[in-house]
């Protein structure tokens, strides 16, 4: 069965400062998705990995997927409070079952 | 465009009663999904529509649950004598095709059952 895990779950830090957020999982996939989740709010899609060793980026946020590690990251540089959100990641076997983490809750005080 | 719509888009009832969950994907999206999101966790698989046919019905937590999307665009799910462990938010997603890039989320329904 598919796992997916993220960490940390709960993240504070101070603008300006960087900081990774980390999603593993269990079984083979090259097919991983991060979103976005405003309190009370849907899902915004921000990123799409499609294959070993994609990267994308969008303002501060940069996110990568290493397929033979199982492992995707979502880099943030220079936060800013705007970035206050959940971030979740998704993996997907290519069935239609899409595997959620549990979520990254993030914290930018100023 | 208009994006994914649902209604309501919150609905408190009675333990017991039966509730119509409704959702209006993008127009021309062939695949549409619904999903439970519980407070604190992430969106959890419940089925999955490729235009009028349920292909993937694995997430449905207990045959209490059902959905159906007839004519391959709206969707109704539907929860038959809720209970309270019920309680919980319903997203649904749609995209153009299976195995697109994207889903994209309605706002969902939150579901209290007292």
């Known amino acids: 069965e598919l796992k997916v895990e993220q960490n940390p779950l709960f993240l504070s830090m101070q603008e300006g400062k960087n900081y990774t957020i980390y999603c593993n999982y269990s079984?083979?996939?090259?097919?991983l998705y991060w979103y976005r989740q405003d309190p009370g709010k849907s899902l915004e899609s921000l990123f799409v990995l499609l294959s070993n060793g994609a990267v994308k980026q969008e303002g501060r946020l940069m996110a990568s997927l290493d397929t033979k590690a199982r492992l995707s990251t979502l880099h943030i540089t220079a936060a800013v409070h705007d970035l206050s959100a959940t971030y979740f990641c998704a993996v997907d076997q290519g069935t239609n079952d899409m595997r959620f983490g549990a979520g990254t809750r993030l914290t930018v005080k100023p | 465009g208009a994006g994914v719509s649902q209604s309501p888009r919150y609905k408190v009832a009675k333990r017991g009663q039966d509730v119509a969950l409704r959702c209006d994907p993008i127009?021309?999206?062939?695949?549409l999904f619904w999903y439970q999101q519980a407070l604190g966790q992430g969106p959890e698989f419940l089925t999955y529509f490729q235009n009028e046919a349920q292909l993937d019905k694995s997430g449905l937590p207990s045959d209490r649950f059902f959905a159906e999307r007839p004519e391959g665009s709206v969707s109704t799910l539907k929860i038959q004598r809720t209970q309270q462990e019920d309680s919980a938010v319903y997203l649904c997603?749609?995209?153009?095709?299976?195995?697109?890039?994207?889903?994209?989320f309605g706002p969902g329904t939150r579901l209290l059952v007292l």
């Open positions: 127009s021309g999206h062939v695949s």
């Open positions: 997603a749609s995209s153009t095709w299976v195995g697109e890039e994207t889903q994209y």
């Open positions: 079984t083979t996939s090259d097919r």
